[in-house]
T-cell receptor
Framework: DTEVTQTPKHLVMGMTNKKSLKCEQH?????MYWYKQKAKKPPELMFV???????INESVPSRFSPECPNSSLLNLHLHALQPEDSALYLC?????????????FGEGSWLTVV | GIQVEQSPPDLILQEGANSTLRCNFS?????LQWFHQNPWGQLINLFY???GTKQNGRLSATTVATERYSLLYISSSQTTDSGVYFC????????????FGGGTRVLVKP
């Protein structure tokens, strides 16, 4: 089972709203990731968690706040977003963070900020 | 940082045709993956192939690490092969940061 589950699939939020994206995996993976993908562009890394600790933050604005409650769950809290933050947000996981690990992606959450 | 370039950027195929997608990278890598992104946005793993050749059904991939390129072959293409194909590489020392190429957008016509 190589499944990463993301909810919700679609989210429309206002610029003053607070919402969260959720990601879950049950593969026993210890590394989890958030990527952002704009239309017709490749995914770009936002955050990496390794063993439930934040290991990489790619200079993401503080209006995006990641959280890893346990080894299976990864959240992305959203607050005071801008319309340009509208994108596909992809969660991924891998066994570890070494170079020999295959990274598996979820189906993504389509976010629209109005 | 490492540069990853994919070619061609766009490809239109007639169903049943064969094609080759290319991925060039600017530095030595320790991990290379090919993905297919379907129209709904999901990135599906095709191959983990830092070197050598692998085959999975109508798809196969070859990475020549010493020459810094990888090829993805699609044989007897089907309409379900449509979507965007990405290669992504990882360099030791850069954390587990997967760097994606720009993608090849494939349309298979019936």
């Amino acid at each position: 089972d190589t499944e990463v589950t993301q909810t919700p699939k679609h989210l429309v939020m206002g610029m003053t709203n607070k919402k969260s994206l959720k990601c879950e995996q049950h593969m026993g993976h210890r590394a989890m990731y958030w990527y952002k993908q704009k239309a017709k562009k490749p995914p770009e890394l936002m955050f990496v968690y390794s063993y439930e600790k934040l290991s990489i933050n790619e200079s993401v604005p503080s209006r995006f706040s990641p959280e890893c409650p346990n080894s299976s769950l990864l959240n992305l809290h959203l607050h005071a977003l801008q319309p340009e933050d509208s994108a596909l947000y992809l969660c991924a996981s891998s066994q570890g963070t070494g170079s020999g690990n295959t990274i598996y992606f979820g189906e993504g959450s389509w976010l629209t900020v109005v | 940082g490492i540069q990853v370039e994919q070619s061609p950027p766009d490809l239109i195929l007639q169903e049943g045709a064969n094609s080759t997608l290319r991925c060039n990278f600017s530095d030595s890598v320790n991990n290379l993956q090919w993905f297919h992104q379907n129209p709904w946005g999901q990135l599906i793993n095709l191959f983990y192939i830092p070197s050598g050749t692998k085959q999975n059904g109508r798809l196969s991939a070859t990475t020549v690490a010493t020459e810094r390129y990888s090829l993805l072959y699609i044989s007897s293409s089907q309409t379900t092969d449509s979507g965007v194909y990405f290669c992504a590489v990882l360099v030791v020392g850069a954390g587990n940061k997967l760097t994606f190429g720009g993608g090849t957008r494939v349309l298979v016509k019936p």
